[in-house]
């Protein structure tokens, strides 16, 4: 990889005549890519356009900025135009990605009638869909970002107290509370868990492939588009969905802002109203029923 960087990099300075400035920024951009490469075990030539969007998924979820997002989006669009000129792959993965527009966007939520649609598509008959349900149920339970749900441990659950441990970014830690629902979910998870063979550092990680492993962040987004697709949902469905769906839906019912940023771990309150969008129906129709001028 750091051959092929620096190959890159030569061609930012000496082919396209960029400045130093503009180099360095394309390749602090092209480290958070490498990154998140190396941590699912892939290669330049090996990513394809999902890995993609989960990359930029998770960008998403940590709160970087739309410019910023835009500006990482060009230069990937760069970086696999370079490689398929040099021959090194014989496509550009990024081709085809929408940058983002500038401003605020309101995230996409689903409505709890949505994501009981689903979860009923879920075949509960298997391991994997015994699996999936907990997962989906415990990311909309508590508000998740999809690093913290895969790296949920044993230790970390606390059933009798009804709350999890969770450590997001930063390596703070907070306590979340989850649902009897969600807790029972586990539950139902668990005896097919015991019958994996866990490879070794897996041990501890509450929810793992058949293969022994904690459950990729990828194949969380594949299931997820998968069922979305059976449930006859129009909505593009990943993880951070699920988290925006959690804080509107808690803020719609009447929960203190100040409450949801604690438990979804944000530094800011800003940030948190960005994901606690209200949404508009639902505000139209407490305008109905509570504004003076709509009583009779």
């Known amino acids: 990889m750091g051959a092929v960087v620096a190959s890159y990099r030569r061609h930012l300075l000496l082919e396209k005549g960029l400045s130093s400035h503009t180099v360095e920024a394309y390749m602090g951009d092209l480290q958070k890519l490498t990154a998140f490469i190396a941590e699912q075990q892939l290669s ?3 990513v394809e356009p999902h890995h993609l969007e989960v990359f930029l998924a998770e960008l998403h979820d940590s709160g970087i900025a739309p410019r910023s997002v835009a500006r990482i989006i060009s230069g990937m669009k760069s970086f696999f135009r370079f490689l398929l000129m040099d021959h090194y792959r014989e496509d550009n993965p990024a081709e085809l990605m ?4 500038i401003g605020l966007k309101l995230p996409v939520v689903l409505t709890v009638e949505e994501i009981d649609k689903l979860l009923a598509v879920i075949d509960l008959s298997t391991a994997e869909g015994t699996r999936n349900y907990a997962i989906i149920e415990t990311l909309y339970s508590c508000g998740l ?12 659950l606390y059933p009798d107290e009804g709350f999890i441990r969770v450590e997001g970014k930063g390596s703070k830690q907070r306590l979340v509370p989850i649902s009897e629902t969600a807790l029972q979910k586990i539950r139902n998870w668990l005896p097919y868990r015991n019958q994996i063979a866990i490879q070794k550092g897996h041990e501890e990680i509450l929810f793992v492939s058949s293969r022994g492993k904690a459950i990729s962040r ?3 987004f594949y299931y997820l588009k998968q069922y979305a697709e ?6 593009t469905i990943s993880p951070h969905v699920l ?10 019912r009447g929960a203190n802002i ?3 940023q604690e438990m979804l771990g944000h530094e800011k309150i800003t940030t948190t109203e960005i994901y606690t969008h209200l949404d ?3 505000l139209r129709q407490e305008i109905i029923e509570h504004h003076p001028r709509n009583k009779r």
């Open 44 to 46: 330049y030539l090996s």
């Open 98 to 101: 929408e940058t983002p527009k």
């Open 145 to 156: 970002r999809i690093s913290e749900l895969t790296n949920l441990r044993f230790t970390d």
């Open 218 to 220: 990828i194949t969380v």
């Open 230 to 235: 059976m449930a006859g949902l129009k909505k």
């Open 243 to 252: 988290r925006h769906s959690f804080a509107t839906h808690l803020l719609e």
């Open 258 to 260: 100040r409450v949801i």
């Open 280 to 282: 508009r129906n639902f």
